[in-house]
């Protein structure tokens, strides 16, 4: 049903039956009669856009859940640990300052960037204060120094090598975009949102162990370190093509994490499969939103994430305090 809202909303209503013949056409070769231009809006705009959104969501929902996780922080997320922002850069490093000369992909330059920038916040973090990731206050601190650097480093390139209409497109994507997706993009999100989910589930029992702490974890038979690595670089990986593909969007990570934990407790098999879920539904949503809510204008939908967001995070600490 979502989907066939995210196909059906936006400044031009798209009747049911014409979804479905679109669909029958594409997808059994029912050969009805239909509008060249209702069809591309349909297949190639609408359910596109549907498609990734619904990846993004599942994809940095998986990995707020990873991050709260293994560092034992219900701040932890991909947006604050600066691991968006050094995807935004090395992302933006690639398409505006042409670093790599054209042999360097979007999502190659946004991956190196990830990785870059979350382990100089780990650095950080440890030169601060010691404990490398066990010490999650000092690694949440570092993470906003880390994004502030970053995002700052992403404007200047941004000012200094790009023309101001390339500036503006850019920015606004940074915010947040689907305006740019197309069927390219579908795969590649697709198997990458797929494959987290996957890597995250064969952890699950040691991402319940880490509930207690790495020494729990180590007590139980968990290869610690090994699956820290792996765990960290998987969701850089989600993350980074991600941001490389709609930008950086933020609160998905951070929020949907403590929704599905209020619906399904804190097993990790009910905890990643229920988080992917309410994060796909989620920016579904969110991109109806940002194509409906100012006539002929779309939203950034960062803009969108963050309007919902952060009201609902409140509501959650707020609920939280009050509990005896």
Not at 26 to 55: F, K, M, Q, S
Not at 98 to 108: Q, Y
Not at 207 to 222: P, V
């Amino acid at each position: 049903p979502v989907m066939l809202l995210c196909m059906w909303a936006g400044e031009i209503r798209m009747p049911a039956g014409t979804i479905g013949d679109v669909l029958a056409n594409h997808l059994l070769g029912a050969g009805i009669e239909v509008d060249p231009i209702d069809d591309g809006i349909v297949w190639n705009y609408r359910l596109t856009r549907a498609i990734v959104a619904a990846c993004c969501g599942a994809g940095l929902a998986v990995s707020g859940v990873v991050l709260q996780t293994l560092l034992r922080n219900t701040l932890a997320d991909p947006y604050l640990l600066g691991i968006s922002a050094g995807a935004s850069t090395g992302a933006v490093l690639v398409a505006v300052a042409g670093v790599g000369g054209g042999v360097v992909s979007m999502t190659a330059g946004a991956f190196a960037g990830a990785v870059t920038a979350f382990a100089l916040v780990a650095l950080l973090a440890q030169a601060a204060g010691g404990g490398g990731l066990r010490n999650s206050g000092q690694i949440i601190l570092a993470g906003i120094a880390g994004s502030q650097l970053f995002n700052a480093l992403t404007s200047l390139i941004i000012t200094k090598s790009g023309s101001a209409e390339q500036a503006r497109g850019i920015m606004f994507w940074l915010l947040g975009s689907l305006s740019g997706v197309r069927w390219p993009d579908v795969p590649i999100t697709t198997v990458v949102a797929a494959l987290g989910l996957v890597v995250c589930l064969l952890h699950a029992r040691a991402l319940d162990a880490f509930t207690f702490g790495a020494e729990a974890a180590a007590a139980l038979g968990i290869g610690v370190r090994r699956v820290q690595a792996v765990l960290l670089l998987t969701a850089a990986l989600v993350t980074a093509v991600m941001v490389s593909v709609v930008g950086a969007i933020g609160f998905v990570g951070l929020v949907i994490p403590h929704v599905a934990r209020l619906l399904v407790g804190v097993r990790h098999h009910r905890l990643l499969p229920a988080s992917a879920l309410i994060g796909a539904l989620f920016l579904m949503l969110a991109d109806v939103c940002s194509r409906i809510l100012l006539k002929g204008q779309v939203l950034p939908i960062g803009v969108v994430t963050a309007l919902v967001g952060a009201p609902v995070f409140a509501i959650i600490l707020l609920g939280r305090r009050q509990q005896p």
